[in-house]
Every structure is written in structure tokens, then in C-alpha cells.
């Protein structure tokens, strides 16, 4: 029997890209989106076999039957995407609660709650993987005023952690840490990336590649390609004050990676 995975944001960007490669793996796919139109037009084109699950994870219905999904002893789930997630593209001090609650729900609650889902089976089965799709914005505050750096470093760390907690039980977790990636993402933001310079980009394939490749070597984050890799490196080790100078210096212009 194929394996079957199951992709949460899977119309566009990242979860599109994973759909379409773990297709092309021979996985069955559960796609997940909040419009049920474009949830069925890429079941359409992909060649195995698809069950559409039009849901808001934003909202505790949406996330209680992505849940159940994932918990059905009879229909396992052997890998998880969560990959749906979002950016506000506005300052903290012209943010509404309900705005920063929404995206707490989305890039935090939910990827607890069906990672809480997924995980136990997986590891009664002995087998089963997890990617928490994170951000390299969430290894410093490089967007002022901005709560979704804040958000991804939630995912980055608690993706590390549930790792740990299952090596050696047949399991893995990662956290996908892109940098810029070329997705529907910034648009749907609200966020102008045209002076951003065409060498800071991957394509999305070429990360979901690179992820695939780092979960199935058993490691816990992934950063794809080496400039991202420096870019985190050097968030990781430079003096704080320098990182929040740059900062200062290129608002809107540094941080609005993908998630």
C-alpha cells in the first residue's frame, strides 16, 4: 500500500511544491486549503490518488477536522506538511488583536495541534515523518514592529524539540527554514519584493527538494541553499546591536521571507 501524506496551505507556494513532488513519489495526498476550487483543480492534475480537505485551520473547526484526519487509526497518515501559514506585512502598533490572534492560530496553534495529532500514532507505528515549515526570519527580530518572525521561531524550536523527543522511535520531525522563496506568499501579504535583488530567491521545487533530502538524513532543521545558510549564520553570531541596526536600516526590505 503507498504511503499517504498529508499537505495543510496546498494551492499555492511551498504546499503546491510538496504536493506535486511527493506525487511524483508515489505518495496518496490529503491536500488542505481553505478554497475547495483550487484544492480539486490540483487534485485533477496530479497522478495519484487525492482526497481534498477544504478547511480554515485558522478556526477550531477547521483545525478539529484536520485533526481527526490525522488521528484516524484506520486511514495513517505517514507524513505531515504543515505548511499553511501567513504575515500581516504591518507594524505592531497598527495591528489589531484579532489580526495577531489569527496569525498565532495559523502559524502556532495549528501546527501544535496537528503535529499533537499526527505524532503519537506515528510513533506506536515505529514509522512516520513531520515538516513543520518554519522561516530563516525567525532566527532574529530583523523586522521591526513585525510578529511573524516571533511566530516561526515558535515553529523552528518546537519542531527541534519534538524531534529530540522521538529520535530513535522511527520517527522524524523537521523545521524547514527557507529564506526568499518565489510563491504566491509576499502577494497575498501585501508585501512589494521588486527591489528585492533575483539572487536572494530559490525556487520552490528546489526547497521542498532540499527538505526532503534533510529529513531523510535525519535532520531536525533545514536551511536550503548556502547563501540562507550564511544569511542564518550570521543572525545566528553577529552582535545583536549590529543585526538591529541593519535592521533599522532596511525596513520592509530584509525579514519577509517565506514561511
Not at 552582535?239 to 525596513?251: E, K, N, S, T, Y
Amino acid at each position: 500500500m503507498p504511503p499517504t501524506a498529508l499537505v495543510t496551505g496546498a494551492t499555492a507556494g511551498l504546499g503546491a511544491a510538496f504536493a506535486r513532488e511527493l506525487a511524483a513519489e508515489g505518495y496518496g495526498l490529503v491536500l488542505v486549503g481553505r478554497r475547495e476550487d483550487r484544492l480539486h483543480a490540483l487534485a485533477a492534475e496530479l497522478p495519484v490518488p487525492v482526497e481534498p480537505l477544504a478547511a480554515d485551520l485558522a478556526t477550531d473547526a477547521g483545525c478539529g477536522a484536520v485533526a481527526a484526519r490525522l488521528s484516524a487509526a484506520d486511514r495513517p497518515i505517514d507524513l505531515l506538511v504543515n505548511n499553511a501559514g501567513r504575515s500581516l506585512n504591518r507594524s505592531f502598533l497598527r495591528s489589531t488583536p484579532e489580526l495577531e490572534e489569527e496569525l498565532l492560530r495559523l502559524n502556532v496553534h495549528a501546527v501544535m495541534r496537528l503535529t499533537l495529532a499526527a505524532l503519537p500514532g506515528m510513533v506506536e507505528r515505529g514509522r512516520g515523518d513531520i515538516v513543520n515549515v518554519s522561516s530563516a526570519s525567525g532566527f532574529a527580530a530583523l523586522m521591526p514592529g513585525s510578529t511573524y518572525p516571533a511566530s516561526k521561531a515558535w515553529v523552528t524550536n518546537f519542531s527541534e524539540s519534538q524531534a529530540q523527543l522521538v529520535h530513535g522511535t522511527g520517527v522524524r520531525v523537521l523545521a524547514l527554514c527557507p529564506g526568499y522563496t518565489r510563491t504566491e506568499f509576499h502577494d497575498a501579504a501585501g508585501i512589494d519584493t521588486s527591489k528585492m535583488p533575483d539572487w536572494l530567491w530559490m525556487d520552490a521545487g528546489a526547497v521542498v527538494r532540499a527538505a526532503l533530502k534533510d529529513l531523510r538524513r535525519g535532520r531536525m532543521v533545514s536551511v536550503p541553499g548556502w547563501k540562507n545558510r550564511l544569511g542564518v549564520f550570521g543572525m545566528r553570531h553577529a552582535p545583536r546591536r549590529l543585526l538591529h541596526r541593519i535592521a533599522r536600516d532596511a525596513r520592509g526590505r530584509i525579514g519577509h521571507e517565506e514561511r
